[in-house]
């Protein structure tokens, strides 16, 4: 008989976090993203978990973070009802669930929070997780970090009105 993975959690974003959501960040880009981006390309990428403002974004943004066994290896940030604004998963658990997770529970959030559509610039690493999420893309953008500029696609995915959705009791 084979051994079941222990089941992840989700809770949200304590402060004392940071460490290691830097850590999921940067590990996500270094690892998952090598096919897309040059290296230089991912450093300048990384390097925004060094600015001040990285903190203040999950802080102050919707951010939820997936466990397993308590420790971290995954996150999301809903700026506002319909911008998901940072959504990296830890190299060793992507393909395991842990995204869908973490956007199943976004997606939920923002609809009841009465959003009409959910909105993401997405890597191009990124962009098949989101289409099979029911996203489409927008437009195509170059994004500016330091002295290098990275593609992005803004995709978008449109939630059904209020009126039809059900109400569960």
């Known amino acids: 008989m084979g051994q079941s993975l222990p089941k992840p959690g989700l809770r949200p974003f304590l402060p004392a976090d940071l460490p290691v959501l830097v850590e999921i960040f ?3 880009i270094e690892e998952l993203t090598g096919e897309d981006y040059s290296e230089a390309q991912q450093e300048a990428w990384m390097m925004q978990s060094e600015e001040e403002d990285f903190a203040e974004k999950l802080a102050k943004d919707l951010t939820l973070v997936a466990t397993i066994e308590g420790a971290a290896v995954g996150f999301i940030a809903l700026k506002g009802n319909e911008l998901i604004e940072l959504f990296h ?3 060793t658990v992507a393909g395991q669930g842990i995204g869908t997770m973490l956007y199943d529970a976004v997606e939920k959030l923002a609809t009841a929070r009465g959003a009409a559509r ?3 610039e997405v890597s191009d690493n990124a962009q098949p997780f989101f289409q099979k999420q029911g996203f489409q893309p927008q437009r195509r953008n170059t994004l500016s970090l330091g002295d ?3 593609g992005t696609t803004t995709m978008e995915k449109r939630l059904a009105p209020v009126e039809d959705r059900k109400m569960s009791s």
């Open 118 to 120: 959910l909105v993401a």
């Open 148 to 150: 290098e500029w990275l």
């Open 26 to 28: 940067q590990a996500s």
């Open 89 to 91: 998963v830890h190299p």
